[in-house]
């Protein structure tokens, strides 16, 4: 039997897991122990072991300084305490990967942060459908003091080159360049010094110049290659009677004559497209 024979010398927690592991006392009697008195590591451990008041004290004790950091951030206080609800969710979803490497207070801060980002980017990133002639259209990109047009694709581009940057260069791209916060306020909110705050932005803006110019050559690349395929099928099925469906054979045929100059096409890709092209020659009008 695993008995704690000098309770002076381990934690609350360590004795009463001691005790648990005996058999002596239940999980369940666990929950009758002042929780108030347990360390914030010994609150994780507990409410990952099931027990519901250890995370309810988790919540009662850190919940302000949660909810301020939402409000700080984003300004309205309902959206902000939505948000602070989020964050226990989340909370309690990931306890368990808590280890005690840094403090639970940075830890929850962190979490806290990112699930502001996220709804920053969630309510922000909106992509639009293709419009009625089959164009993409152009959406304006909010965030910055003098909002440009760009169309879907080169929105795609940037924010999937923002998601590449290192966590600490894009929170801070963020939250500067994005969402206008000052170095003071962009410090105060990730904590760090304002020196910091101005040299991660320098090398995340940095970064992401070398990553959108990669990313941009291989869309550029890509689109030709959509434009010249589509060329080539339009001239294959010029002066012939375009199927309703088409059939292996014939998107063999097709494959042949793309293959001769070096392009490729799904059949998918190949019906969608002969699909587009029957529907535009029907509606042309007759001369």
Not at 17 to 42: F, H, N, R, V, Y
Not at 212 to 232: C, I
Request: glycine share 4%; charged share 25%; hydrophobic share 40%.
């Amino acid at each position: 039997m695993a008995v704690v024979e000098n309770q002076q010398e381990v934690s609350t927690m360590e004795y009463i897991m001691a005790w648990e592991s005996s058999g002596l006392i239940t999980p369940e009697a666990t929950q009758s122990i002042d929780q108030t008195k347990l360390s914030d590591m010994e609150l994780c451990n507990s409410a990952v072991a099931g027990n519901t008041l250890a995370f309810e004290e988790l919540y009662h004790r850190h919940h302000r300084r949660v909810y301020s950091l939402c409000l700080r951030m984003l300004k309205f206080t309902d959206v902000a305490e939505d948000l602070t609800q989020d964050v226990f969710i989340q909370l309690y979803r990931k306890i368990a990967t808590f280890k005690g490497q840094s403090a639970f207070t940075s830890w929850l801060h962190r979490i806290t942060v990112n699930q502001v980002l996220m709804h920053f980017r969630n309510r922000i990133v909106k992509f639009e459908t293709l419009s009625e002639d089959g164009e993409l259209p152009d959406v304006v990109v909010k965030g910055t003091s003098n909002p440009r047009r760009m169309n879907v694709d080169d929105c795609i581009v940037l924010e999937s080159a923002i998601e590449e940057l290192p966590e600490g260069y894009k929170n801070v791209f963020l939250l500067h360049d994005r969402y206008g916060y000052e170095h003071k306020e962009v410090a105060w909110i990730l904590g760090m010094s304002v020196g910091t705050s101005k040299s991660q932005l320098c090398k995340a803006r940095m970064k992401l110049r070398g990553l959108l110019t990669a990313k941009r050559y291989f869309v550029n690349n890509r689109n030709k290659k959509a434009v010249a395929v589509k060329s080539a099928v339009v001239a294959y099925f010029e002066g012939r009677v375009i199927p309703s469906s088409i059939t292996q054979e014939q998107y063999d045929d097709v494959c042949r004559v793309l293959q001769e100059q070096g392009l490729t096409i799904s059949l998918r890709g190949l019906r969608v497209m002969t699909s587009a092209l029957r529907k535009k020659t029907v509606a042309a009008p007759a001369e």
